[in-house]
């Protein structure tokens, strides 16, 4: 089991920027990927950045020059820093982690931007 914890959401003006923070507890051992989903009301959990086996980060096409992701050495522990935030950017984000063909899911923690 992996045990995934958000961290550093909140409110913030457009334009403003917000750091999220993930750690991964657990069975970490190999871990394939990790990244960051959102989803808002009405709408379904979509892919905003993660780093996928290979390493690489990928990011959605609405938050590319906004949005950084960024781990630390031991890869346990994935950032999302955002800036330049837009209301539209407003969901609860959610940090998944992929281990041995499990998919494992954070509690979720919400960002809102305000106009």
């Known amino acids: 089991q992996v045990q995934l914890e958000e961290s550093g959401g909140g409110l913030v003006q457009a334009g403003g920027s917000l750091r999220l923070s993930c750690a991964a507890s657990g069975s970490i051992f190999g871990i394939d990927a990790m990244g960051w989903y959102r989803q808002d009301p009405g709408n379904q959990r979509e892919l905003v950045a993660g780093?996928?086996?290979?390493?690489?980060?990928i990011y959605a096409e609405s938050v590319k020059g906004r949005f950084t992701i960024s781990r630390d050495n031991a890869k346990t522990t994935v950032f999302l820093q955002m800036n330049s935030l837009k209301p539209e950017d407003t969901a609860v984000y959610y940090c998944?982690?992929?281990?041995?063909?499990?998919?494992?899911w954070g509690k979720g923690i919400l960002v809102t931007v305000s106009s």
């Open positions: 780093f996928i086996s290979d390493g690489s980060a």
């Open positions: 998944n982690a992929d281990r041995s063909g499990m998919r494992y």
